[in-house]
């Protein structure tokens, strides 16, 4: 058996969980975000930030921290004040559906209105797992340089947002915004776009609203 | 058949192939060098200016450039200078030694000192594939943060030498150089660190120093 053939079975496998999950968080109006970035984009930073600011906004969530070891985001977030499970995935590169399906059997999906996956960081194969999710978004950061859309269209393509972080350090990098923006649109011309930066805050008001109106829709479908 | 049982799998045919790659290489006394880092660390960078001092060093090479999609990477060598394959991994996220067996196919070893890999952006999966190549260089950037060693230590493990690249960015970010070490030796006591910036040349006569001295050695046992 080739190893597309094996990965393949491996992702109708996970596709069956997902969907299951899906129909559970979709009766329950609880809307579950995926968050996708590179190593390091600045995840936890921003969960750290947006979290008690969604709290305000009445929401009630829960963060399901995925890293390979370790448990220093689950910590972090923790100290927030956030409702957060850590999922280790080992050597594994990604959370699979099963890996949620085993976090949320530990959370009270009816009482949540948003359950947030903060997906192990890698731009590959996190994004060709569904794990029940009604959206990624796709977590961009300055550091990495303008290209990155097209090198790994893949999330790009599955996420209707692009959040791009730290751009604080636009001006100290050959990072190239429009560039960057006409890669992201040439992948995807119907994705929303935020410019980000969690350090001075610049954008967090607007992913805000973007978060807080999404949670509103799937409520509003679910009654 | 479980997910483990069939990586396990996947990764044993890999190690075969890698096997032989290596021993074609070892007759040659050609070094193959496989830089491993998070998307956007500045490995092509790094490659733009360190490969054409290898060149004056008197060093043949050849890069074996390792993408998802695009060829921007291999043009950017091109330009550079220098002798490149682009190998696309389509949406694998890693190279693996049967990529590298039909890639070195085009290569005439016996007349190249050096191969480099650069491997696909991310942390977790191509640490795990063998290409059979003599050592995995761990490429670290500032950017991501200082903990990357303890959340992906695989890679740490298996690298003698870490790069931590973009230092010029250092007092913009909450990068913690110390800590960022202390996380490195706790997974590898013996790993060399070099301190560096593409950017800047920082670090950039160690790197070569480093690389052109285990160059030396594989040609002396080869002989």
Known sequence: MGYKVIKEKVLRANADTAKLIKERLDSAGTLMINIISSPG???????EKIGPRLKEAGITLTILAGDCFTCRDAERLDKAGLEVIQINTGNACHIDASLIDKAISQVDIEKNDLIIVENVGNLV?????ELGEDMKIAFLNVAEGSDKAIKYPLLIKESPLALINKVDLTQMSDFDMAFCKECIRQVNRNID???????TGQGLDEA?????DKVKIKKEKAS
């Open 125 to 129: 194969c996190p994004a060709e797992f």
């Open 41 to 47: 984009a600045g995840k936890t930073a921003f969960l």
């Open 208 to 212: 805000l609203n973007w978060l807080v």
């Open 193 to 199: 776009i935020i410019e980000m930066s969690v350090k």
